[in-house]
């Protein structure tokens, strides 16, 4: 922007000082050819007395000492032919002022100036004097370096205040879109100084009433999640006791182990709404192998009861990953859970753990129908659940500097590929 605003004012000065400068260049010469002119008419008047009234050996002195005063060719014309001075042949100006009109005309060898004196017994004599280009462009040249030389100072005194006003433009700008940047990447107390013109300053004013309201909507949306998130509690807390209360001591520790299980899960659920973690704040690591493993035990009973069958290929442990226990918890149930909810009853389904190029791959492959069309998009899902199972798992693996990637099986069911990052190690990032 700053380089726009010089460009435009070093455009608009040098089209003004052209438009001026260009006028006042020619008045000069022209009046540097007058002031000669007058010059040379001023000393043909002084020898008009001389020419008309003396003998000619007094006319060739006076003209040979007007000649050296002046350094200008000067010539006069007798009545008889006789060319006292410069010896010069008549021109067409000579024999038009021999007639009696004086007159002033431009010639091979400068501005030529002759008056025709009368007067004379013989006739009409004629003075000529001829001014040469040199002294008609005198000061000239210099006067124009003079008004170049203004012109590139007036540019760049233009340049100066067009640049320091651009300044105090532009760095205004800067700061909004620092501003913006930092309340992009979740800084939201981050503020901008009311500077500038007006009207950035009443954008600096909404920016940060935008940044003060995006924070009050965040503080109440935790709130409410965590509220919810409490709320939960009650029916855990029943469902507990109920548990406890079953017969079979097998039954009741399952049931009372996936209620803790829950419970937990809502517990990370309220704190994660009430405290958001900082960006610059360490991921959390933890043990991709025991996770998965609990996991599938755990999701292997209610698969033994719908008939499916459960491989599992398991890399020997640890397989430390940069994912939050509870977060990676969380990924491998939706993906778990996928299968079981959209796959028909008796579909086998496969999971695999291993290192692959530096990172932890898990893959989740089942035999059924295959993924829908943009089941990975959040909230939307064509199978009419809450569309945010694949989610959670993209965004776990996103956190730890992952991926997640869905395929086709060969079977022609679906196949979920979940990257999950090495922790940094210690002392430094990876």
């Not at 040469?132 to 003079?146: I, S």
């Not at 491989?311 to 990924?331: I, N, R």
Request: glycine share 10%; proline share 6%.
């Amino acid at each position: 922007m700053r380089a726009r605003l010089a460009l435009l004012v070093a455009a608009v000065s040098i089209l003004t000082l052209i438009a001026f400068l260009v006028p006042l260049a020619l008045l000069v010469r022209t009046v540097a050819e007058d002031r000669a002119t007058v010059r040379a008419t001023a000393d043909a008047q002084s020898l008009v007395p001389v020419v008309g009234t003396a003998d000619p050996a007094t006319i060739r002195l006076t003209v040979e000492q007007l000649a050296v005063e002046s350094g200008r060719a000067v010539s006069v014309f007798l009545p008889d032919g006789t060319v006292l001075g410069a010896q010069t042949p008549r021109t067409p100006a000579v024999a038009l002022a021999a007639r009696g009109q004086s007159l002033t005309g431009e010639s091979a060898a400068g501005r030529e100036v002759v008056i025709a004196v009368q007067g004379r017994a013989d006739g009409t004599g004629v003075i000529r004097i001829v001014v040469p280009r040199d002294e008609l462009t005198a000061g000239v040249t210099r006067a124009w370096l003079v008004l170049a030389l203004l012109g590139v100072v007036l540019v760049l005194i233009g340049l100066a205040v067009a640049d320091r006003l651009a300044r105090t433009l532009v760095r205004p700008i800067s700061e909004l879109s620092a501003v913006s940047n930092r309340l992009a990447n979740a800084e939201l107390d981050a503020r901008v100084v009311p500077a500038g013109p007006a009207e950035l300053r009443e954008v600096a004013g909404a920016l940060n009433h935008l940044a003060g309201r995006i924070q009050e909507l965040l503080v109440q949306e935790r709130e409410q999640v965590a509220d919810l998130s409490h709320r939960l509690r009650t029916p855990l807390t029943a469902l507990r006791l109920e548990a406890e209360s079953l017969g079979d001591p097998d039954d009741a520790a399952r049931i009372t182990a996936a209620a803790d299980g829950l419970e937990r899960a809502v517990t990370g659920l309220i704190r994660q709404a009430r405290w958001r973690r900082s960006p610059t704040a360490e991921p959390g690591t933890s043990d991709a192998a025991r996770i998965v493993g609990d996991r599938v035990a755990f999701w292997s009973v209610l698969a033994e009861d719908t008939g499916r069958a459960v491989t599992l290929d398991l890399a020997p442990g640890p397989l430390p990953v940069a994912v939050p226990a509870d977060d990676l918890t969380a990924a491998v149930d939706a993906l778990l859970g996928n299968v079981f909810a959209h796959t028909p009853d008796g579909t086998p389904f496969a999971v695999r753990l291993v290192r692959d190029a530096g990172q932890v791959l898990l893959t989740v492959a089942d035999e059924g129908p295959g993924m829908p069309v943009g089941a990975v998009r959040r909230g939307a899902s064509p199978a009419g659940s809450t569309g945010l199972g694949l989610d959670i798992a993209r965004r776990a693996a996103a956190a730890g500097g992952g991926q997640l990637e869905l395929r086709r099986g060969a079977g022609g069911g679906a196949q979920v590929l979940l990257r999950l990052g090495a922790p940094a190690p210690r002392g430094g990032r990876a």
